[in-house]
Each structure stands twice: as structure tokens, then as C-alpha cells.
């Protein structure tokens, strides 16, 4: 329920606060005192869209705020939770939206948010139905309020056909996705089976392109090898004139052995010593048989060549090492897989879509004739409702229409249809209702569904337009009816409507320094007899006679008061 509205600096209005309550909260000014800028800044501060041309003239900045009680409202105390708001644990919600002249600053709780967020709140405290509101009535929204109807009921079986059309949607953009994917692959299928098969004659082992290259650096230069060999072999166990390496490390190891004899000093020296003869003895038996293995064959050395030769060019088309050629090979070898295995895969999941539209269409087959049973008993309290809004004559149907294919939200659209005399064949509701047709139509939708929606609070403006005589009457105690399940604030320039009021405001405009000013002011007593007398007419002593009996007796029996006021209004 809302609390307070504060607004300063918007439009004609320098500052105003207006305290709210429950029941029905009126709101009455003679025309032109700024009764739409009252609706303007509740559509602003709910997250409507905003304007520079709202901030009042001279100002650099407009502030609009509004507080609510938000005790028990367990979907506003959800979605503080979600959006992570701050919460004072009080139950008290403070909307503020700030205009200057680059940008609108929304907070909720002090606490800065994006405008998406904040109308999220917006939306769910207030439902404003202005003057040209109606036109809800007549938008392609007819299925949402019949759904809104149906309750639980209705709302199950719809949101079982939303998932299952998501889930059909997205399995069957999988299937076109997928089709797309194959025929690119099946454009690429020649050259990858190529590629395969160019690497896998190759048959690239990894670490062959080092040995290779070792091998072929070998046979390059096994001449070479040989002399530098041989010539090492023959100074360490070759003859020759001079002795050889070995020759002299022997004679050092008897002559140690020798001297260690004498000093056993020496025998780690002489250990050493005889170690490296043994060592040097092993090695030159290795760089004999070394030299025997080496030999010179052109043919694989050209063998080398043209593998090494291989191995390049693939390197050059499929990766730098044979470690990423193999990779490669491993990753079309599964894209040709997937190509072979497409029809199949494509099968498989035609099978599943159409499992899906299947239990789709019997699930939206089923919403259609719940929302048919909902719409029949939602057209018999239509027409109570229109009869206590004098127009007993009306017919209400509800039109149901089948759509090519089952969509989001079934498979039909639903229509409203109104004959509002008798005997006269239904039309579209958008084809022939008048303004306040439109308006009492409104109002019985509006109470029927009250007790089904979770917005705490309603706002009408100019709800009564085009309505006059006893007609009125009804219009008034629809409203009081409704207020007693929902808050109401309503603009009106009805005083029929104005004598039910449980809170009444005037919106009073004045001139003040050479500048018009609006503010909104309580009315108590006598203010509100005075108010009553002069709308929409100047008061006279009659007028207010009959305004003071209206509200004397309003709590009683108010339709009589009403009766007799519109009587003399008449007169």
C-alpha cells in the first residue's frame, strides 16, 4: 500500500506531500488545476518514462519520491531478495527517482539501481490506468487477462506450454543449426578424407624428424667422421714410431705399482691411474668398432632425404611439429566422423522434436479448453458486473481464434466482444465501445481480477470520463468496492464519485510570484462539503445543503446521497 507521495519541482508543482491510506484515496481539483501532473509523477516514480520537460521551469532538477508499506507482499519482498536491495526489515519501501538534465537517477531504499529494476518494483506496487488506459481493453491483451482469470488453474497449463514450445524451439534451431553445419561439411568432406589419408600414408611417428636428421648428418659425413676416428684410435693403441697412449699409460701403472710397493702413499695414485688404462683400453675397443660399422649408402641417405622432404611438407599444411600434425589429423578424422554419422545424428533428433510438438500440441489443446471454460464463467461475471454498472442490456463474449501454429502462449488468440443494447449483434470491443463503455468495462475487469493480482495499489484517472447521471452512482460504489480489496486512488472530476472517498485531496493551483503553483491539500469537514458543492459547477447554498447530507450519510447507504445529489445537479 502506498503511504506518501513527495514530489518537488515537477511540472506546475514547486513541492507537495501527499499522505495516503487505505480504501478509496480521491483526488478532485477543477480542470486545469494539474490533476494529470499528479498522474504524470506517479507514472515517473513507478519507472514510466521521464522527461526534462517534467523538471519545472527555472530548476536544474526534479524529485520525485514515494514510500510503501510492502508488509506480507511476499513477491516485492522477493525481488528485494533477487536484486539484492537493502532492506530496513520494517516492511517499508522508498522509491525516489531523481530528473536533471543528462539523466534520471532511480533509487530504491537510498540504494542507486538500474531503471529495468526499478520499474520491476514500480510495476509491482502500482497499476495506473489513465484516460487513454482503457485501451488495454482493446490491445491484444484480452489472453493475459482471461489467463490472469483463470488462476493457478490456467497458469500451470500455460506455463507447461511456454516450456515445451522453448524446448521444441530450441531443439528444432539445434536441428537447423546442425543441417547448416552439414551441408558446409559436407562442401569440405573431399578435401578432409585427402587429408586424412596424406597424413596417415605419411603413417609420421614423433621424435622421427630428429632421429632422421641425426642419421642423415651421420652419412653426410662419414669421411670425416672416419679420419677424426681413426686418427683418435691410432694416437690412443696405433703403433707407429712413437708409443702410443696405452703404451705410455702402462709403463705409468708398473712403475707405480712398483712405487706404491715402497711407499703405500702412492696406491690411490696408482688406483687412479690404473683405472683411466682401463678406460682409455674401452674406449679405443669402441672406436674400433665404430670404425668398422661405418660405412656409405647413397640409398639411404636419399631414403633420409625424401622422408625429411615428407615430413616438411606436411609440416607446412598441418603444424609445426608432428606432435600438432597428428593433432590435426585426430580432429577432422572426428569432423568426417560427425559427416558420417550426420544423417543419423539429424534422425535421432527429428524423432525428439517431434515427440516434443506432439506433447506441445496436446498440452496447448488442453490450455484451449480450460481457457474456453474459464472464458464462459469470466463473460457471466462480466455481465453481473455490468449490470450493477447500468448497463443490463450489454453482452460480453469472449472470441476465441485459432492461430496457424502453436506459439508461446498456445494456440489462439482470444477476443472481447460487446454489444452494449439489446437486441444489437456483438462487435469487437475496440470497434464500438465508447469512452465510458470503455471506462465501466474497465472497472468490472478491474474487480474481478482484484482479488487474483498481486499489485498492492491501483491508480485511476478520470475513470468516470464520459459517464454522467446514474450511471455514476454505479461507478462510485464499483470503486468503493473495489477499494476495499485493493488501494484505489482515483482523479475524478465526479463528485458522486468524490463523496465515497475514504481519504479526499484537492489539487489547488494558485498564482505566487508571478508564477502558477499546484500543491495537493487534505480536505476535513466543511472542505469537503465546499469541494463537493463545486464540482464541476460553482457552489451554491443548495449545493452545499445537499453535499452535507451526502457525507453525513455516505457511510450508510451512499447510493440514495448519491441519487439525490445527481438529482439536484439535474435540476
Known sequence: MLLNLFIKDFGIIEKTDIDLGPGLNILSGETGSGKSVIIDAIQVVSGGRSSTEYIRAGCERSIIQLTADISGLKHIEGLISERGINSDGAGIIVMSRELNRSRSICRINSQITTLNVYREFGQALIDIQGQHDQMILFAPKHLQLLDAYGGEEIAGAAAGVKWLYREWAGKRKIISDLQEKYREWARRQDMLVFQVNEIDSADPVPGEDGELESEKRKLVNIEKLSALVNDCYQCMYGGGPAESMLDLAGKSVKNLDRAAELDPGLYRARELASQSLYQADEACRELSAYMDSLEFYPARL??????????????????????????????????????????????????????????????????????????????????????????????????????????????????????????????????????????????????????????????????????????????????????????????????????????????????????????????????????????????????????????????KDPLPLMNVFESHRDH
Open 302 to 555: 636419399e631414403h633420409i632425404e625424401g622422408r625429411l622432404e615428407l615430413l616438411d611438407r606436411l609440416k607446412k599444411k598441418y603444424g609445426e611439429t608432428i606432435e600438432e600434425i597428428l593433432s590435426y589429423r585426430d580432429e577432422i578424422n572426428k569432423e568426417l566422423s560427425e559427416i558420417l554419422d550426420g544423417d543419423q545424428r539429424l534422425g535421432s533428433l527429428k524423432t525428439e522434436l517431434d515427440d516434443i510438438e506432439r506433447r506441445l500440441v496436446e498440452s496447448a489443446s488442453a490450455l484451449t479448453e480450460k481457457r474456453k471454460k474459464c472464458a464462459r464463467q469470466l463473460e457471466k461475471d462480466i455481465k453481473k458486473e455490468l449490470i450493477d454498472l447500468e448497463m443490463a442490456g450489454a453482452e460480453f463474449v469472449i472470441d476465441f481464434t485459432g492461430l496457424d501454429c502453436v506459439g508461446e502462449t498456445g494456440s489462439e488468440k482470444a477476443e472481447f466482444y460487446l454489444s452494449a443494447n439489446t437486441g444489437e449483434p456483438v462487435r469487437p470491443l475496440s470497434r464500438i465501445a465508447s469512452g465510458g463503455e470503455a471506462s465501466r468495462i474497465l472497472l468490472a475487469v478491474k474487480g474481478i481480477l482484484a482479488e487474483m493480482e498481486e499489485t498492492p495499489s491501483l491508480v485511476f484517472d478520470e475513470v468516470d470520463t464520459g459517464i454522467g447521471g446514474i450511471t455514476i452512482n454505479s461507478v462510485a460504489l464499483k470503486l468503493k468496492k473495489l477499494s476495499a480489496r485493493r488501494q484505489v486512488i482515483c482523479v475524478t472530476h465526479s463528485p458522486s464519485v468524490a463523496s465515497a472517498a475514504d481519504r479526499h485531496m484537492a489539487i489547488r493551483k494558485i498564482e505566487s510570484g508571478g508564477r502558477t503553483v499546484a500543491g495537493v491539500v487534505p480536505l476535513e469537514d466543511n472542505e469537503r462539503v465546499d469541494e463537493l458543492a463545486s464540482i464541476p459547477f460553482t457552489a451554491s447554498m443548495a449545493a452545499v445543503d445537499h453535499a452535507r447530507q451526502m457525507l453525513a450519510r455516505a457511510g
